[in-house]
């Protein structure tokens, strides 16, 4: 399990959107897709950086404001995620390991990281879930394995 490298759990098929991506529409496609983080790339797939949830909702207005809901709305809907993303965020290689990239996570504090190839260019993510994943299947394979 030290050996798994990062190419073999990450996700590959990566959503991702652009600097020019509106607040609300980023938002939308993290609830229709059930995603925390959208890697930000630009048109030749080199990341950019990255928005969260957690970015979204704290770019949110408080309930206690006094704007009307059209006032909202047209604020939130001129946001790009230009505005709010973190730029060049922290990233692993593909062929880094699995331990390498917990590590990273725990260090700073992160549930997921872009997977970037030696150009820049984005070939993935890895989170805490694909890690999660990759633990419980070789528990799982290795207690089968064993005799009873």
Do not use: C
């Not at 995620?81 to 990273?104: C, L, S, Y």
């Not at 984005?122 to 528990?139: K, Q, R, W, Y």
């Amino acid at each position: 399990m030290k050996k798994e490298l990062v190419r073999n759990w990450m996700t590959q098929d990566v959503i991702t959107v652009k600097l020019q991506t509106s607040l609300p529409e980023a938002h939308q496609i993290m609830m229709d897709e059930e995603i925390r983080r959208l890697p930000v790339v630009n048109d030749n797939n080199f990341l950019i950086g990255i928005i969260t949830l957690g970015d979204v909702r704290g770019a949110q207005p408080s309930p206690a404001t006094s704007m009307s809901i059209w006032e909202l709305n047209y604020l939130l809907s001129s946001l790009s995620v230009e505005k709010i993303m973190t730029p060049q965020p922290m990233t692993i290689k593909p062929d880094a390991t699995i331990g390498d990239a917990a590590r990273t996570m725990l260090e700073h504090r992160v549930s997921g990281l872009p997977v970037v190839d030696d150009e820049g260019k984005l070939a993935g993510i890895i989170t805490e879930s694909d890690i999660f994943s990759m633990v419980v299947i070789h528990e799982w394979s290795e207690s089968e394995a064993e005799p009873t």
